[in-house]
């Protein structure tokens, strides 16, 4: 083998190890990750996987399959769980006591 052919076998493998150090997790479509999801919604970080992991109000899964690891959401959950917290918002009553009535009362 003479010297360019291995100097060009030498930078092929160069930036094929490049490829593989600057290459990011493969991202599936509909999918966020803890933080995007979070921001996508409007919470912090720590609020959204309390309510993901310790309330179980927002479905999630992980890849890991383990008890700790990378947690991901579809968007498409995260969309219902907006649209079904607005409404529960609107339908809610307002916490407080009663109000009195204005009308009098003759006894």
């Known amino acids: 083998m003479d ?4 100097l060009a ?3 092929e493998t160069q930036s094929r190890i490049l ?3 600057v290459k990011k997790e493969p991202k599936i479509e509909g999918t966020l990750t803890l933080k995007e ?3 996508y919604v409007g919470y912090s970080p720590d609020h959204f996987r309390r309510l993901a992991v310790e309330q179980r109000i927002i479905p999630f899964s992980r890849p890991s399959g383990q008890q700790k690891g990378k ?3 579809r968007k498409t959950a995260l969309d219902r769980f907006l649209s079904e917290s ?3 918002e609107q ?4 916490p ?3 109000r009195k009535s204005k009308e009098l009362r003759v006894w």
């Open 86 to 88: 607005t409404n529960e």
């Open 71 to 73: 947690l991901l959401f």
């Open 91 to 94: 339908t809610k009553a307002q």
């Open 37 to 39: 999801a979070a921001e």
């Open 3 to 6: 010297i360019e052919a291995r």
């Open 9 to 11: 076998a030498i930078e």
């Open 19 to 21: 490829h593989l150090l």
């Open 96 to 98: 407080g006591r009663k």
